[in-house]
Structure formats: structure tokens, C-alpha cells
T-cell receptor
Framework: AQSVTQPDIHITVSEGASLELRCNYSYGATPYLFWYVQSPGQGLQLLLKYFSGDTLVQGIKGFEAEFKRSQSSFNLRKPSVHWSDAAEYFCAVGEGGADGLTFGKGTHLIIQP | DTGVSQDPRHKITKRGQNVTFRCDPISEHNRLYWYRQTLGQGPEFLTYFQNEAQLEKSRLLSDRFSAERPKGSFSTLEIQRTEQGDSAMYLC??????????FGSGTQLSVL
């Protein structure tokens, strides 16, 4: 069965500092990987996705993620965070087909002034 | 593109009552999903529609839960005889074939 692990429940970063959110997955085939962001009272918004090809994918809002098959990881990065990046971030795996997506438990990002 | 709309935004009910939620997907999206999200957890897949056909149901979806998408457009999720453990955010998502999913803002259910 597929699964996603986000080891960090909370992360605190100073505004302007770099960010890396960790994600490890377990999936039987070539994974489709996603990062979503959820702000209070908002729906989930897709930041980026990996299906195949270049292992470094660019997303919206200046985020990027790198797929590393050998480490079963898909970590999310941003070179310089803004206060508006404070939110809950979810990594997900799956094809989005009949089985839907399997989400991690999320990482709560706190931005310090 | 008006986005995925869910109604109501919040629902408070007493244990044992029935509740129904509605999801209006983005028009022409043939795929529709229901997820449940509890505090401190990621969304959990509940069920999936391809047009009007319900193609997949999670084992999380007990017999008290039923979902429909009668005309392949809007969908409803009904919970009968609600229990306190049903308290959660219920999320709807839609997408076109091989395209990304768009999520609604969810319906927050509180069972007292």
C-alpha cells in the first residue's frame, strides 16, 4: 500500500531564510508526487507535481521540489520564505485516478519576523 | 472558472442526526473526489466518481455514508446516524482527465 511520511510536524523559519520540507513515500510503481498548501479556511492548493522527466520541478510561489528515487524522497524547497508562506503543507502520492491521492499528515510552517 | 464550491461551510449537528453536504465541481470536470480531514492529519480518500459512476470507495466509508453524483455534475455526501467520530472537514475535489485536482474549501462538521 502506498504511504507518505512527513517527518516534521512543525517547522519554524525566519522570514527571508531558506526552507526545506521533507517528504518520503512508499509506492509500488513509478510515483506521481504532489505538494499542496492549505491556509486556514482555504482549500488545498497545488504547488507542484512530478509525473516523470526532470527530477527538479518548479512550482508556483517560488517553490521547487526534487524527486530522488534512491531515497524515496520528494522534498519541497524555497530559497527565501515570506510571511505569507505560513500554512500547512501536504505531500501526496498517487495517480489521482480511482484510488485517489494518499496524503501525508502535513507540516505546519511558522514564519518568524 | 468559479472553482469547486461546497455547501455548507460549517455544520453542527447532534449525534444520531443525518447530514448532507453538497459539492459543485468545476464545470466539465469529469472526476470528482470526496476526502475527509481530521485535525492534525492529511486528507483521507473517501470516494471517487467518474462522471456519474461511483468507481471507488474507501474502506473508511462505512455503511452510514453514501455519496451520489446523479447527473455527473454536483455531488452529495450523506452521513446517517452521525457519530462524534464523524466530526471532520469534508473536502471535495474535481479534475479533468489527466489534469490536476482542484479542491473546495470544505465543509466542517461538528457532531455534538
Amino acid at each position: 500500500a502506498q504511504s507518505v511520511t512527513q517527518p516534521d510536524i512543525h517547522i519554524t523559519v525566519s522570514e527571508g531564510a531558506s526552507l526545506e520540507l521533507r517528504c518520503n513515500y512508499s509506492y509500488g510503481a513509478t510515483p506521481y508526487l504532489f505538494w499542496y498548501v492549505q491556509s486556514p479556511g482555504q482549500g488545498l492548493q497545488l504547488l507542484l507535481k512530478y509525473f516523470s522527466g526532470d527530477t527538479l520541478v518548479q512550482g508556483i510561489k517560488g517553490f521547487e521540489a526534487e524527486f530522488k528515487r534512491s531515497q524515496s524522497s520528494f522534498n519541497l524547497r524555497k530559497p527565501s520564505v515570506h510571511w505569507s508562506d505560513a500554512a500547512e503543507y501536504f505531500c501526496a502520492v498517487g495517480e489521482g485516478g480511482a484510488d485517489g491521492l494518499t496524503f501525508g499528515k502535513g507540516t505546519h510552517l511558522i514564519i518568524q519576523p | 472558472d468559479t472553482g469547486v464550491s461546497q455547501d455548507p461551510r460549517h455544520k453542527i449537528t447532534k449525534r444520531g442526526q443525518n447530514v448532507t453536504f453538497r459539492c459543485d465541481p468545476i464545470s466539465e470536470h469529469n472526476r470528482l473526489y470526496w476526502y475527509r480531514q481530521t485535525l492534525g492529519q492529511g486528507p483521507e480518500f473517501l470516494t471517487y466518481f467518474q462522471n456519474e459512476a461511483q468507481l471507488e470507495k474507501s474502506r473508511l466509508l462505512s455503511d452510514r455514508f453514501s455519496a451520489e453524483r446523479p447527473k455527473g455534475s454536483f455531488s452529495t455526501l450523506e452521513i446517517q446516524r452521525t457519530e462524534q467520530g464523524d466530526s471532520a472537514m469534508y473536502l471535495c475535489a474535481s479534475g479533468a482527465t489527466n489534469e490536476k485536482l482542484f479542491f473546495g474549501s470544505g465543509t466542517q462538521l461538528s457532531v455534538l
